[in-house]
């Protein structure tokens, strides 16, 4: 989809012209996101599993490599930090991700320290797309996250593409992933997340948000969605980050 497209249809919207007509569109349906290294970030564990897990899953069996950054290890509600390492370990473990990096760290207190943590995997891993929480979220550390990445990829000769997934805060798609035949494995590696889903049930959540994405794209069973954008097209948009 092209950029010039999207900006004007949010444009509209935003501007409230005099009319709204023509303004929806239809996300592609995609069996996955193009490419054959898929980089996800997560500002906290458990994100990566709500906003993907089921794409993750597909790209596996598919063949496809799939590689995990943790920008933190937040004890929260475990009862200590090893026991929330151990749960994030199991959660991947039901995905079939072995490629991971954890920051067992606090999440990092300013951007700069975000830009530091995911710069060397853009240089290093060379991902063709990368999963980040979308700047529509409505969690701090989420939006800090979409920061600190769209800076290390401005300075990166890395060229992915970004596929922005959504937790707190819904996307416009312009990309939906059938994971139907992947989502009682989806459920499970979010509820691995035992102490975390004690407080609140993210199983429930990502059920009905990846259920209204199917209905909403017309398809049976669940879907993930995406804002998928090319590089020069996401630094584009987002010049001012």
């Given at each position: 989809m092209e950029?010039?497209w999207?900006?004007?249809k949010?444009?509209?919207r935003i501007t409230m012209a005099?009319?709204?007509a023509?303004?929806?569109?239809d996300p592609?349906?995609a ?17 990566d ?7 993750m899953l597909?790209?596996?069996?598919m063949g496809k490599s799939?590689r995990?950054l ?11 930090r090893?026991?929330r390492?151990?749960e994030?370990?199991?959660?991947l473990?039901?995905?079939?991700v072995d490629d991971?990096?954890?920051n067992?760290?606090?999440y990092?207190a300013?951007?700069?320290k975000?830009v ?7 240089d290093?891993w060379?991902p063709?797309?990368v999963?980040?929480?979308s700047?529509?979220?409505?969690q701090d550390h989420?939006?800090?996250?979409f ?5 290390a990829?401005r300075?990166?000769k890395?060229?992915?593409?970004t ?9 416009i798609?312009?990309?939906v992933v059938?994971i139907?035949?992947q989502v009682?494995?989806k459920w499970e590696?979010i509820?691995?997340?035992?102490s ?11 059920k009905a ?6 209905i909403?794209?017309?398809?049976k069973?669940?879907?993930?969605a995406?804002?998928y954008?090319?590089k020069?097209?996401?630094l584009?948009m987002?010049?001012?980050?």
């Amino acid at each position: 989809m092209e950029l010039r497209w999207i900006k004007e249809k949010i444009g509209r919207r935003i501007t409230m012209a005099d009319s709204l007509a023509k303004c929806a569109w239809d996300p592609m349906k995609a069996e996955l996101p193009p490419g054959d290294r898929f980089l996800v970030i997560a500002p906290h564990p458990d994100d990566d599993v709500i906003g993907c897990a089921g794409t993750m899953l597909k790209a596996l069996s598919m063949g496809k490599s799939v590689r995990v950054l943790f920008l933190s290890l937040s004890v929260l509600d475990a009862p200590s930090r090893e026991a929330r390492k151990g749960e994030v370990l199991s959660s991947l473990k039901v995905v079939g991700v072995d490629d991971y990096a954890i920051n067992e760290e606090e999440y990092p207190a300013t951007v700069k320290k975000v830009v530091d943590l995911i710069a060397p995997e853009l240089d290093r891993w060379k991902p063709d797309c990368v999963f980040v929480p979308s700047p529509l979220e409505n969690q701090d550390h989420h939006l800090m996250t979409f920061q600190g990445y769209v800076q290390a990829l401005r300075s990166s000769k890395c060229d992915a593409a970004t596929a922005l997934y959504e937790v707190w805060g819904m996307v416009i798609p312009n990309m939906v992933v059938d994971i139907t035949s992947q989502v009682d494995r989806k459920w499970e590696s979010i509820a691995a997340h035992a102490s975390q889903v004690q407080v609140v049930d993210y199983v429930r959540l990502a059920k009905a948000l990846n259920e209204y994405r199917a209905i909403s794209s017309n398809m049976k069973g669940y879907a993930e969605a995406f804002l998928y954008l090319e590089k020069k097209d996401l630094l584009k948009m987002f010049s001012d980050v």
